[in-house]
């Protein structure tokens, strides 16, 4: 049932609106007689496209369209004025509205209007449907070689149900990445439980993952599921894997095995249908080899590996980081976004991210937020050390990488840089680079796969 909002403070006006769509095209109608009460009808109600007149006394149109974009609602708005002033519905078009109209338009028109803008919004949620599919739409920012390889490893593993081991160092977004191969699952509405194993107390780490009936231990006061059993149906993340005991190495094995548990203190085995994603920035080869892991245990897991890049092996995504953590970080304190300067993502493209990787990176976008009063992060905000460009020469501790791999990451990051420098305007950036024109320099980025995140 599709289902048309019409706002407008004259009744009459907006009556005959809903009930001439509805004699159209078959449309449920609602109407709203004011900018407040559409969007307490847009935050209620299932709404398919709306009709809002500009020209309302309180919060007019314009501040309509400017709260739906804030509240993140994604539906279609037709604008319409009947004071023929079309600069001001030029201007509801850049807050957002989808097409405008004019109140002497003829029914047949609106109708057909109100159509096109449902039909392109259906079209824009099954291409947005399509990207996830594909991989295209994901939480790991960046385009670089080595992320690129990643996520396209993430899409053929996800939907198999095996057990995945996600190898990378401290800081590199591993949990993302166990995130991403759920939202690509067999059953992305399946519960995700994550577990950071080097955090569990020793004494209470097999009642967290199995679970324990009541009265199993001092202070067991109720029965409790364990992590596997919240899990089921979905996907069990442990994080930093190598830390867990031998014992409970022993446990973990027999339930990857059986797909049973048996919580503490009871007798009871539950089937579980958990897919378990373990992590870990250990070499767990060199644990086994050691005897601080268990070798079935670990053979049992790295039924599919994936190896998550350390920060210094994409440093030409570091741009488009720093752009989404500003937004996410200004989101979180409440601010209004801040810009970027050009010399902040270069000075920041030429550390080594050597600590922490990403949670550095994060870190350090923070402190300048704080630091800066002005609208925009310049130079002077990135923090001595970092600015200083101190990290160590740029050595990768993975020998996976081929010399091409390294050599297109190289590239990279002269192109982008060269980018941020002009603002991203191709014609001056090639005349930098000293190319013969912008051509050269299109084809250059899409061999490299550099694109300006939107």
Request: aromatic residues 4%; glycine residues 8%; proline residues 4%.
């Amino acid at each position: 049932m599709t289902v048309v909002l019409i706002v407008d403070d004259i009744p009459a006006m907006a009556e005959q609106y809903a009930y001439d769509l509805k004699r159209l095209r078959g449309y449920e109608t609602t109407v709203a007689k004011s900018g407040r009460a559409a969007l307490e009808s847009l935050t209620r109600d299932s709404v398919d496209c709306v009709i809002l007149d500009l020209e309302m006394p309180g919060m007019d149109g314009f501040e309509v369209l400017r709260s739906i974009e804030r509240l993140g609602l994604r539906v279609p708005v037709i604008v319409y004025t009947g004071t023929g002033d079309y600069d001001r519905c030029a201007e509801a078009i850049r807050l957002g509205a989808y097409s405008f109209i004019d109140k002497a338009e003829p029914m047949e028109r609106v109708a057909q209007e109100v159509e096109n803008a449902i039909d392109r919004r259906r079209l824009s949620e099954q291409v947005t449907l399509l990207r996830r599919g594909f991989g295209l739409e994901s939480p790991l920012v960046g385009t670089s070689p080595a992320l690129a390889k990643l996520k396209e490893a993430i899409v053929r593993i996800a939907p198999v149900p095996s057990s995945v081991l996600i190898v990378g160092e401290s800081g590199t977004g591993k949990e993302l990445v166990a995130r991403e191969l759920h939202r690509l699952g067999a059953n992305p509405k399946g519960p995700f439980i994550a577990i950071n194993s080097a955090a569990l107390p020793h004494e209470l780490v097999e009642s967290e993952l199995f679970g324990h009936e009541r009265g199993a231990f001092t202070g067991a006061n109720a029965t409790r599921k364990g992590a596997f059993e919240s899990a089921s149906g979905g996907t069990l993340f442990l994080d930093e894997i190598g830390d867990l005991s031998p014992a409970a190495q022993a446990k973990l094995l027999r339930v990857l095995e059986e797909r049973k548990v048996t919580r503490l203190g009871g007798t009871k085995t539950i089937d579980v249908n958990t897919r378990v994603v373990a992590a870990t920035h250990r070499d767990l080869e060199k644990e086994v080899s050691e005897g601080r892991f268990r070798e079935d245990l670990f053979y049992r897991l790295n039924t599919h590996v994936l190896r998550v890049p350390p920060l210094r092996d994409r440093l030409s995504d570091v741009p488009a980081l720093v752009e989404h953590l500003v937004a996410m970080t200004c989101e979180r304190f409440g601010m209004r976004p801040k810009a970027i300067a050009p010399d902040v993502s270069e000075a920041l493209m030429s550390y080594d991210w050597r600590r922490n990787n990403i949670r550095e990176l994060r870190n350090v976008v923070e402190r300048m937020i704080i630091a800066t009063d002005s609208d925009a992060l310049t130079r002077a905000a990135v923090p001595p050390e970092i600015r200083g460009g101190k990290g160590g020469p740029r050595t990768t501790r993975d020998g996976r990488r081929t010399f091409e791999e390294q050599k297109q990451e190289a590239e990279r990051q002269i192109v982008i840089q060269a980018l941020e420098r002009n603002d991203w305007h191709v014609t001056k950036t090639a005349k930098e680079l000293g190319l013969s024109d912008h051509a050269s320099l299109l084809k250059i980025m899409r061999r490299l796969g550099v694109q300006r995140d939107t």
